[in-house]
């Protein structure tokens, strides 16, 4: 990963698990602080990581997906994992 001007670049995982957290979020009709509540984050960052700019650990993986009713695979893949 490298920078510009300091800021830092966007690892392409980060980057598509936080495409996937925001289009089942938004599928599922969550807002923003429920899910940012359920990471124990704050919407700023949950933003963030949506975005793509922030690393959510594996607890908060987990945490995303029990509140949004989706099986563990969703958010790390886009095909099921069985």
């Given amino acids: 990963m490298g920078s510009v001007l ?3 670049g966007i ?3 980060d980057a598509a698990i936080g495409a996937r957290l ?6 599922r009709g969550v807002d923003i602080d429920a899910v940012a509540a359920a990471l124990k984050i704050t ?6 990581a949506e975005a793509g700019r922030a ?6 993986i987990a945490a995303a997906t029990r509140t949004l009713r ?3 695979w969703a958010l790390v893949s886009d095909r ?3």
């Fill in 22 to 27: 925001k289009r089942w979020r938004e599928q």
């Fill in 70 to 72: 989706l099986p563990m």
């Fill in 6 to 8: 300091g800021f830092p």
């Fill in 11 to 13: 690892d392409p995982q």
């Fill in 80 to 82: 099921p994992a069985y």
């Fill in 43 to 48: 919407p700023e960052e949950e933003r963030r």
């Fill in 55 to 60: 690393h959510l650990t594996a607890l908060q």
